[in-house]
């Protein structure tokens, strides 16, 4: 099965796993995503992922994260599409609401936080916004 868009996909899986209060989900493999999932984990996001290998397909069984039963991403949501890619630059990153939660960006120097973007000084394309 291909995807026309495998970010909003492992986006959406994710929401609806927390939305119905599941402790993992499966998404389909790729090094992009679990990039993505490397940041969502070392930000606390998420508690951990592990690749999982099937017979030539792989998966990231995510393991997600409650704090006194509510979900600790509040939203996550998809900011550059295939349609509509958003570029910026270092000094132009939006912060998410106010600081307190993050964007992912993809720069040249490999899939990181605001934060770490603008410290850095460096833009890219936002990938998503969580909080």
Same mark, same amino acid.
């Given at each position: 099965m291909s995807f026309t868009d495998p970010i909003a996909d492992m986006i959406t899986r994710i929401r609806n796993a927390q939305l119905r209060t599941l402790n993992s989900v499966s998404i389909p493999g790729?090094?992009?995503r679990a990039k993505i999932l490397d940041v969502l984990r070392d930000e606390g996001y998420i508690s951990d992922y592990k690749y999982k290998s099937d017979k030539n397909k792989g998966s990231l069984v995510v393991?997600?994260?409650y704090n006194n039963g509510l979900p600790v991403i509040k939203?996550?949501?998809? $900011?550059? &599409?295939?349609?509509?890619r958003i570029y910026t630059?270092?000094? %132009? $990153?939006? &912060?998410?609401?106010?600081?307190?939660g993050?964007?992912?960006? %993809?720069?040249?120097k490999g899939i990181m936080t605001d934060n770490d973007a603008r410290s850095k000084?460096?833009?890219g394309e936002i990938i998503c916004k969580v909080f």
């Amino acid at each position: 099965m291909s995807f026309t868009d495998p970010i909003a996909d492992m986006i959406t899986r994710i929401r609806n796993a927390q939305l119905r209060t599941l402790n993992s989900v499966s998404i389909p493999g790729s090094k992009f995503r679990a990039k993505i999932l490397d940041v969502l984990r070392d930000e606390g996001y998420i508690s951990d992922y592990k690749y999982k290998s099937d017979k030539n397909k792989g998966s990231l069984v995510v393991n997600l994260k409650y704090n006194n039963g509510l979900p600790v991403i509040k939203e996550i949501k998809r $900011i550059s &599409k295939p349609g509509r890619r958003i570029y910026t630059k270092a000094d %132009s $990153i939006p &912060k998410i609401q106010s600081g307190l939660g993050i964007a992912i960006v %993809s720069t040249s120097k490999g899939i990181m936080t605001d934060n770490d973007a603008r410290s850095k000084n460096i833009g890219g394309e936002i990938i998503c916004k969580v909080f």
